[in-house]
């Protein structure tokens, strides 16, 4: 029954949109064209921010709200999406269910300021800093505890884990796949990996997973 009515959210979140706002694949202009019609659009969620979520680089991604939905964004919008609301400010989130507790936000309104963050098309190639020079900042990082909530990929894969102390733990594909039944809200993990702590908080990319108390399990083959 959950998965016919998130399967309804979904297409009643589609309903209306012009066709280039329709799907998940759009990229460059078609991002921000799909964040307009989201404009006026009715909220897709309500509450007060509980904490940024961070990727493994340190970069703003997305945000936890108190009720336990999480709002993912595009990277390349974190600094934005950071200087427009914090940690206990109360947002209006558009977009759509990307995953059951999980919303792809478009647009964020701080409730009381008015402000908004509508997602812009990622700068083009050459503009970032490659991936493998962004990794040479990364550091090793542990973290163990109980998984309070999941995190999905585009496709619906469980990609990540967000510890009871706010650690977010972001896992490879096969090892959602390898690690299935423990990557679940409620469950306890340790892990170990590399990634990043700044001012928003910690995450990292687990190179290592396993039961709390158990050594971890390398995930990569040497």
Same mark, same amino acid.
């Given at each position: 029954?959950?998965?016919?009515?998130?399967?309804?959210?979904?297409?009643?979140?589609?309903?209306?949109?012009?066709?280039?706002?329709?799907?998940?694949? $759009?990229?460059?202009?078609?991002?921000?064209?799909?964040?307009?019609?989201?404009?006026?659009?009715?909220?897709?969620?309500?509450?007060?921010?509980?904490?940024?979520?961070?990727?493994?680089?340190?970069?703003?991604?997305?945000?936890?709200?108190?009720? $336990?939905?999480?709002?993912?964004?595009?990277?390349?919008?974190?600094?934005?999406?950071?200087?427009? #609301?914090?940690?206990?400010?109360? #947002?209006? #989130?558009?977009?759509?269910?990307?995953?059951?507790?999980?919303?792809?936000?478009?647009?964020?309104?701080?409730?009381?300021?008015?402000?908004?963050?509508?997602?812009?098309?990622?700068?083009?190639?050459?503009?970032?800093?490659?991936?493998?020079?962004?990794?040479?900042?990364?550091?090793?990082?542990?973290?163990?505890?109980?998984?309070?909530?999941?995190?999905?990929?585009?496709?619906?894969?469980?990609?990540?884990?967000?510890?009871?102390?706010?650690?977010?733990?972001?896992?490879?594909?096969?090892?959602?796949?390898?690690?299935?039944?423990?990557?679940?809200?409620?469950?306890?993990?340790?892990?170990?990996?590399?990634?990043?702590?700044?001012?928003?908080?910690?995450?990292?990319?687990?190179?290592?997973?396993?039961?709390?108390?158990?050594?971890?399990?390398?995930?990569?083959?040497?």
């Amino acid at each position: 029954m959950k998965t016919f009515v998130y399967a309804i959210s979904v297409a009643l979140a589609c309903a209306g949109l012009p066709a280039y706002a329709q799907g998940k694949k $759009g990229k460059g202009p078609d991002e921000h064209w799909r964040a307009q019609s989201y404009l006026h659009a009715p909220p897709a969620a309500q509450a007060k921010v509980s904490r940024l979520l961070l990727n493994p680089f340190g970069e703003v991604d997305g945000l936890l709200l108190e009720d $336990g939905v999480i709002v993912t964004y595009p990277a390349h919008m974190g600094a934005q999406l950071a200087a427009v #609301v914090k940690p206990g400010d109360a #947002v209006i #989130v558009k977009g759509y269910p990307e995953a059951p507790g999980q919303i792809k936000g478009y647009v964020v309104t701080n409730a009381a300021s008015g402000q908004s963050v509508l997602t812009l098309p990622k700068p083009p190639p050459g503009a970032e800093m490659p991936k493998h020079l962004r990794g040479a900042g990364l550091r090793e990082m542990t973290a163990s505890g109980e998984i309070r909530q999941i995190r999905f990929g585009r496709r619906g894969e469980i990609n990540g884990a967000i510890l009871a102390d706010g650690t977010i733990v972001r896992v490879p594909s096969h090892a959602a796949q390898r690690f299935g039944a423990l990557l679940a809200a409620g469950q306890r993990i340790a892990a170990s990996g590399y990634g990043t702590q700044n001012q928003f908080g910690r995450a990292f990319e687990a190179t290592a997973l396993a039961p709390e108390g158990q050594p971890p399990q390398p995930l990569y083959a040497r």
